[in-house]
């Protein structure tokens, strides 16, 4: 499996500030570019599977509605993720 616990752990602690603050919009924003990142690579070899294309077109949105969220509250945080992640906007 592509993304276990030990690597969701990983992802949270780094992102988050602990393993278990798994809540943090900064967190949940790093765990979702992972997926994207996984979803791509996929459907690179695989052009027409049309669900996983709807589930990353969902994650993709999902992040943005975060990641506005973020914007908004602290601009800062949102410009450090943004430059970590390595995120074109």
């Known amino acids: 499996m592509y ?7 990983e992802i949270f602690a780094k992102h988050g500030g602990s ?9 949940q924003v790093a765990l979702f570019t992972f997926r994207i990142a996984h979803l791509t690579e996929h459907l690179k070899k695989n052009r027409k599977d049309y669900g996983t294309q709807r589930s990353l077109q969902l994650l993709v949105g ?4 975060m990641l ?15 430059k970590e992640l390595g995120l074109r906007r």
């Open 68 to 82: 506005d969220y973020l914007k908004k509250k602290d601009i800062e945080k949102y410009r450090a993720l943004v």
């Open 19 to 27: 393993e278990t603050n798994t809540g943090s919009t900064e967190a």
């Open 62 to 65: 999902k992040r943005r509605s």
């Open 3 to 9: 993304l276990d616990s030990a690597k969701k752990k």
